[in-house]
């Protein structure tokens, strides 16, 4: 069972910063497309940024010039760098890993934001 183990959410004003990191296996973090997903509670799981193993990136529109996905290649760990937080960015924060059809999540870490 492959796992993903984030860390890094808490609770923060608006206008404020957090990080999110994700540790993987090292073949995973070398081969997959790196992921983070959010999700409120009584809404599906949405795609916030993703990351190609040739660092390409994509970020959801609400999170752009904010959010910032980044590979720690020392540690095999995906970080996610978040600045000007929102209140409608509170939501569990789920780090993701696929490669043609195999998928694997991580347990969650919840991201606050406070008015």
């Known amino acids: 069972q492959v796992k993903l183990v984030e860390s890094g959410g808490g609770l923060v004003q608006a206008g404020g910063s957090l990080s999110l990191t994700c540790a993987s296996p090292?073949?995973?973090?070398?081969?997959?497309?790196m992921a983070w997903f959010r999700q409120i509670p009584g809404k599906q799981r949405e795609l916030v940024a993703t990351i190609q193993p040739n660092e390409t990136t994509y970020y959801h529109d609400s999170v752009k010039g904010r959010f910032t996905i980044v590979k720690n290649y020392l540690k095999a760990r995906i970080h996610l760098y978040m600045n000007h937080l929102k209140p409608e960015d509170t939501a569990v924060y789920y780090c993701?890993?696929?490669?043609?059809?195999?998928?694997?999540w991580g347990q969650g870490t919840q991201v606050a934001v406070a008015l």
């Open positions: 993701n890993a696929e490669l043609g059809g195999q998928i694997h």
């Open positions: 090292g073949e995973i973090f070398a081969t997959y497309t």
